[in-house]
């Protein structure tokens, strides 16, 4: 199955500050999810994104607070925008190919203060 | 986006089966079911998927009910390395996104 490199794997961040994760996989691979995990909580969908179109949101996320990236078929960028401290989670960015079922990056802790 | 049901969490003995239930009722034909695992602090990990024949692999057994409207994901012999949070998923069909929708997940006790 595809490898995922996520990084940063945590951070602390400034309030009204943004934070640029990245999603690097070693293979090509036809769709990637962005999701976040807030504390004891389950896995929520942020948003799709696919190569060459803008990416799909979820009810409750729009574009201006988690801006993503999709410039080729092995990478993605989520942007948390304007962060607050109830941005504070897990984001996990996830891959799709029909070969390769789903894999999950090992996510970035996030706290923001 | 249909929606899984899963008791909140179970407790199983070391070396004994681990029966997880999962209720699908609201399960479309071409939808099909996913179980992942997440252990504290890591990604999930995929364990097994079926569309309505009953699947096994290394890890586990999936058995989907022929009406397919609920699931149980079997770990033969659970060991303490079991221990982790379960996640029954309906995988929306790949033209409409192909998009994992978690629950809750049942979070399972492996004990000595």
């Known amino acids: 199955s595809a490898v995922i490199s996520q990084k940063p794997s945590r951070d602390i961040c400034q309030r009204g500050t943004s934070l640029t994760i990245q999603c690097q996989v070693d293979s090509q691979v036809t769709m990637m999810f962005w999701y976040r995990q807030q504390p004891g909580q389950s896995l929520t969908l942020i948003a799709t994104a696919n190569q060459g179109s803008e990416a799909t949101y979820e009810s409750g996320f729009v574009i201006d607070k988690f801006p993503i990236s999709r410039p080729n078929l092995t990478f993605s960028t989520l942007t948390v925008s304007n962060m607050s401290p109830e941005d504070s989670s897990i984001y996990l960015c996830s891959t799709s190919h029909l070969s390769h079922g789903y894999t999950f990056g090992s996510g970035t802790r996030l706290t923001v203060v | 986006d249909a929606k899984t049901t899963q008791p909140t969490s179970m407790d199983c003995a070391e070396g004994r089966a681990a029966n997880l239930p999962c209720n699908h009722s609201?399960?479309?034909?071409?939808?099909?079911v996913y179980w992942y695992r997440q252990i504290h602090s890591q990604g999930p990990q995929y364990i097994i998927h079926?569309?309505?024949n009953n699947e096994t692999n290394e890890m586990a057994s999936l058995i989907i009910t022929e009406d397919r409207k609920s699931s149980t994901l079997i770990l033969p012999h659970a060991t303490l390395r079991d221990t982790a949070v379960y996640y029954c998923?309906?995988?929306?069909?790949?033209?409409?996104?192909?998009?994992?929708?978690f629950g809750q997940g049942t979070e399972l006790s492996v004990k000595p």
């Open positions: 609201t399960i479309s034909g071409n939808e099909y």
């Open positions: 998923i309906v995988r929306v069909a790949y033209n409409q996104g192909g998009k994992l929708i």
């Open positions: 079926g569309l309505k």
